[in-house]
T-cell receptor
Protein backbone atom coordinates (compact mmCIF):
# COMPACT_ATOMS: atom_id res chain seq x y z
CA UNK A 1 0.00 0.00 0.00
CA UNK A 2 1.13 3.51 -0.71
CA UNK A 3 2.24 5.27 2.41
CA UNK A 4 4.35 7.81 4.23
CA UNK A 5 7.06 6.48 6.54
CA UNK A 6 8.78 8.28 9.35
CA UNK A 7 11.75 6.32 10.56
CA UNK A 8 12.09 7.51 14.12
CA UNK A 9 9.35 7.17 16.68
CA UNK A 10 11.06 9.16 19.43
CA UNK A 11 14.19 11.28 19.23
CA UNK A 12 15.89 12.71 22.30
CA UNK A 13 18.45 15.48 21.87
CA UNK A 14 20.25 18.01 23.98
CA UNK A 15 19.91 21.69 23.23
CA UNK A 16 22.16 22.90 20.41
CA UNK A 17 22.35 19.44 18.85
CA UNK A 18 21.53 19.08 15.18
CA UNK A 19 18.32 17.43 14.09
CA UNK A 20 17.39 15.33 11.11
CA UNK A 21 14.07 13.51 10.90
CA UNK A 22 13.54 11.10 8.07
CA UNK A 23 10.49 10.85 5.84
CA UNK A 24 9.93 8.61 2.85
CA UNK A 25 6.86 8.22 0.70
CA UNK A 26 5.86 5.61 -1.81
CA UNK A 27 3.77 7.59 -4.31
CA UNK A 28 4.90 7.96 -7.89
CA UNK A 29 4.34 11.10 -9.90
CA UNK A 30 4.16 14.66 -8.64
CA UNK A 31 3.41 15.03 -4.97
CA UNK A 32 3.14 17.93 -2.58
CA UNK A 33 5.14 17.49 0.62
CA UNK A 34 4.66 18.98 4.05
CA UNK A 35 6.05 18.94 7.54
CA UNK A 36 3.68 19.80 10.36
CA UNK A 37 4.47 20.31 14.03
CA UNK A 38 2.22 19.66 16.99
CA UNK A 39 3.23 21.20 20.29
CA UNK A 40 1.88 19.48 23.41
CA UNK A 41 -1.87 19.91 23.66
CA UNK A 42 -2.12 21.94 20.49
CA UNK A 43 -3.27 21.49 16.91
CA UNK A 44 -1.07 20.93 13.89
CA UNK A 45 0.81 23.86 12.45
CA UNK A 46 2.61 23.98 9.14
CA UNK A 47 6.42 24.10 9.35
CA UNK A 48 7.19 24.06 5.66
CA UNK A 49 5.97 22.81 2.32
CA UNK A 50 7.31 21.75 -1.04
CA UNK A 51 5.38 21.97 -4.29
CA UNK A 52 8.06 22.45 -6.94
CA UNK A 53 11.32 24.27 -7.69
CA UNK A 54 14.29 24.43 -5.33
CA UNK A 55 14.37 21.10 -3.49
CA UNK A 56 15.78 22.75 -0.37
CA UNK A 57 12.89 24.37 1.42
CA UNK A 58 13.17 26.73 4.35
CA UNK A 59 10.39 26.97 6.89
CA UNK A 60 9.61 28.71 10.11
CA UNK A 61 11.72 28.61 13.29
CA UNK A 62 14.93 27.68 11.47
CA UNK A 63 13.68 24.40 10.03
CA UNK A 64 14.47 23.26 6.53
CA UNK A 65 13.79 20.17 4.46
CA UNK A 66 15.33 18.64 1.37
CA UNK A 67 13.32 16.88 -1.30
CA UNK A 68 15.28 14.10 -2.98
CA UNK A 69 13.10 12.76 -5.73
CA UNK A 70 15.28 9.74 -6.50
CA UNK A 71 15.03 8.61 -2.90
CA UNK A 72 11.36 9.54 -2.42
CA UNK A 73 12.50 11.40 0.67
CA UNK A 74 11.73 14.70 2.35
CA UNK A 75 13.88 14.89 5.47
CA UNK A 76 13.50 17.65 8.02
CA UNK A 77 16.58 19.35 9.48
CA UNK A 78 17.52 21.98 12.00
CA UNK A 79 21.14 22.88 12.76
CA UNK A 80 20.64 23.63 16.45
CA UNK A 81 17.54 22.62 18.39
CA UNK A 82 16.07 24.44 21.36
CA UNK A 83 14.04 23.19 24.29
CA UNK A 84 11.02 24.91 22.74
CA UNK A 85 11.26 22.55 19.73
CA UNK A 86 9.96 19.72 21.90
CA UNK A 87 6.93 18.55 19.95
CA UNK A 88 5.66 15.88 17.60
CA UNK A 89 6.57 16.24 13.94
CA UNK A 90 4.51 14.85 11.10
CA UNK A 91 5.48 14.39 7.50
CA UNK A 92 2.56 14.50 5.06
CA UNK A 93 2.01 14.03 1.34
CA UNK A 94 -0.80 14.88 -1.01
CA UNK A 95 -0.80 12.14 -3.61
CA UNK A 96 -0.85 13.00 -7.30
CA UNK A 97 -4.00 13.31 -9.37
CA UNK A 98 -6.67 11.24 -7.71
CA UNK A 99 -9.57 13.46 -8.63
CA UNK A 100 -11.42 14.53 -5.56
CA UNK A 101 -8.76 13.20 -3.23
CA UNK A 102 -6.10 15.42 -4.66
CA UNK A 103 -6.09 17.62 -1.61
CA UNK A 104 -5.96 14.84 0.94
CA UNK A 105 -3.01 14.78 3.25
CA UNK A 106 -1.59 11.36 3.98
CA UNK A 107 0.36 11.48 7.22
CA UNK A 108 3.26 9.56 8.59
CA UNK A 109 2.91 8.23 12.11
CA UNK A 110 4.90 11.08 13.58
CA UNK A 111 8.18 11.52 15.42
CA UNK A 112 8.25 12.80 18.96
CA UNK A 113 11.16 15.10 19.63
CA UNK A 114 12.28 15.70 23.19
CA UNK A 115 14.94 18.36 23.70
CA UNK A 116 16.74 18.33 27.03
CA UNK A 117 17.71 21.76 28.39
CA UNK B 1 -9.24 35.43 11.50
CA UNK B 2 -10.73 32.42 13.27
CA UNK B 3 -9.49 29.93 10.65
CA UNK B 4 -10.95 26.50 11.43
CA UNK B 5 -13.22 26.29 14.45
CA UNK B 6 -14.30 23.02 16.03
CA UNK B 7 -16.85 22.38 18.72
CA UNK B 8 -16.89 20.94 21.28
CA UNK B 9 -13.30 20.82 22.54
CA UNK B 10 -13.95 17.93 24.92
CA UNK B 11 -16.70 15.32 25.12
CA UNK B 12 -17.37 12.17 27.09
CA UNK B 13 -19.93 9.76 25.69
CA UNK B 14 -21.35 6.49 26.86
CA UNK B 15 -21.21 3.53 24.53
CA UNK B 16 -24.14 3.68 22.14
CA UNK B 17 -24.75 7.41 22.44
CA UNK B 18 -24.67 9.63 19.39
CA UNK B 19 -23.14 13.03 18.83
CA UNK B 20 -22.13 15.46 16.12
CA UNK B 21 -18.83 17.27 15.92
CA UNK B 22 -19.08 20.65 14.28
CA UNK B 23 -16.50 22.34 12.11
CA UNK B 24 -16.54 25.69 10.35
CA UNK B 25 -13.91 27.54 8.33
CA UNK B 26 -13.84 31.17 7.30
CA UNK B 27 -11.13 30.98 4.62
CA UNK B 28 -13.49 30.26 1.71
CA UNK B 29 -11.78 26.91 1.18
CA UNK B 30 -13.28 24.36 -1.15
CA UNK B 31 -12.18 21.21 0.63
CA UNK B 32 -12.69 20.05 4.17
CA UNK B 33 -11.50 16.98 6.05
CA UNK B 34 -12.00 15.02 9.22
CA UNK B 35 -9.05 13.19 10.74
CA UNK B 36 -8.63 11.18 13.88
CA UNK B 37 -5.37 11.09 15.80
CA UNK B 38 -4.39 8.12 17.92
CA UNK B 39 -1.06 7.57 19.70
CA UNK B 40 1.53 6.07 17.37
CA UNK B 41 -0.84 6.14 14.40
CA UNK B 42 -0.42 9.66 13.08
CA UNK B 43 -3.53 11.24 11.62
CA UNK B 44 -5.90 9.10 9.62
CA UNK B 45 -8.50 10.47 7.27
CA UNK B 46 -12.09 9.61 8.14
CA UNK B 47 -14.06 11.50 5.51
CA UNK B 48 -13.45 14.42 3.24
CA UNK B 49 -15.40 16.83 1.10
CA UNK B 50 -13.56 17.96 -2.00
CA UNK B 51 -16.16 20.63 -2.68
CA UNK B 52 -19.54 21.77 -1.47
CA UNK B 53 -22.10 19.07 -2.11
CA UNK B 54 -19.68 16.15 -2.24
CA UNK B 55 -18.34 13.80 0.43
CA UNK B 56 -16.15 10.73 0.21
CA UNK B 57 -14.75 8.09 2.51
CA UNK B 58 -11.20 8.21 3.70
CA UNK B 59 -9.10 5.53 5.31
CA UNK B 60 -11.23 4.85 8.42
CA UNK B 61 -14.90 5.76 7.71
CA UNK B 62 -16.68 2.96 9.58
CA UNK B 63 -18.93 4.19 12.36
CA UNK B 64 -19.03 7.78 11.08
CA UNK B 65 -21.16 9.93 8.82
CA UNK B 66 -20.58 13.43 7.55
CA UNK B 67 -22.54 16.34 6.19
CA UNK B 68 -21.19 19.22 4.14
CA UNK B 69 -23.85 21.68 5.19
CA UNK B 70 -22.51 24.53 3.05
CA UNK B 71 -19.11 25.75 1.93
CA UNK B 72 -18.17 26.78 5.48
CA UNK B 73 -19.39 23.86 7.55
CA UNK B 74 -18.56 20.16 7.66
CA UNK B 75 -19.93 18.03 10.48
CA UNK B 76 -18.97 14.56 11.67
CA UNK B 77 -21.56 12.31 13.29
CA UNK B 78 -21.11 9.27 15.45
CA UNK B 79 -24.41 7.39 15.37
CA UNK B 80 -23.59 4.83 18.06
CA UNK B 81 -20.35 5.58 19.82
CA UNK B 82 -17.93 2.77 20.65
CA UNK B 83 -14.84 2.79 22.90
CA UNK B 84 -12.69 2.32 19.76
CA UNK B 85 -13.77 5.80 18.71
CA UNK B 86 -12.01 7.35 21.68
CA UNK B 87 -9.60 9.68 19.94
CA UNK B 88 -8.71 13.26 19.15
CA UNK B 89 -10.59 14.51 16.11
CA UNK B 90 -9.26 17.24 13.88
CA UNK B 91 -11.08 19.11 11.20
CA UNK B 92 -9.06 20.74 8.42
CA UNK B 93 -9.65 22.75 5.28
CA UNK B 94 -7.70 23.60 2.15
CA UNK B 95 -8.13 25.08 -1.29
CA UNK B 96 -8.11 21.47 -2.38
CA UNK B 97 -6.05 21.28 -5.56
CA UNK B 98 -2.62 21.95 -6.96
CA UNK B 99 -0.65 24.37 -4.82
CA UNK B 100 -3.65 24.88 -2.62
CA UNK B 101 -3.34 21.59 -0.81
CA UNK B 102 -1.86 23.11 2.34
CA UNK B 103 -4.31 22.22 5.07
CA UNK B 104 -5.25 24.35 8.04
CA UNK B 105 -6.31 22.55 11.17
CA UNK B 106 -8.76 23.24 13.95
CA UNK B 107 -7.89 22.93 17.63
CA UNK B 108 -9.24 19.41 17.90
CA UNK B 109 -11.98 17.61 19.83
CA UNK B 110 -10.90 15.16 22.49
CA UNK B 111 -13.57 12.45 22.62
CA UNK B 112 -13.74 9.72 25.23
CA UNK B 113 -16.24 6.89 24.90
CA UNK B 114 -16.80 4.91 28.09
Amino acid sequence: AQSVSQHNHHVILSEAASLELGCNYSYGGTVNLFWYVQYPGQHLQLLLKYFSGDPLVKGIKGFEAEFIKSKFSFNLRKPSVQWSDTAEYFCAVTPPGEGGSQGNLIFGKGTKLSVKP
Amino acid sequence: NAGVTQTPKFQVLKTGQSMTLQCAQDMNHNSMYWYRQDPGMGLRLIYYSASEGTTDKGEVPNGYNVSRLNKREFSLRLESAAPSQTSVYFCASSEGRGKGTEAFFGQGTRLTVV
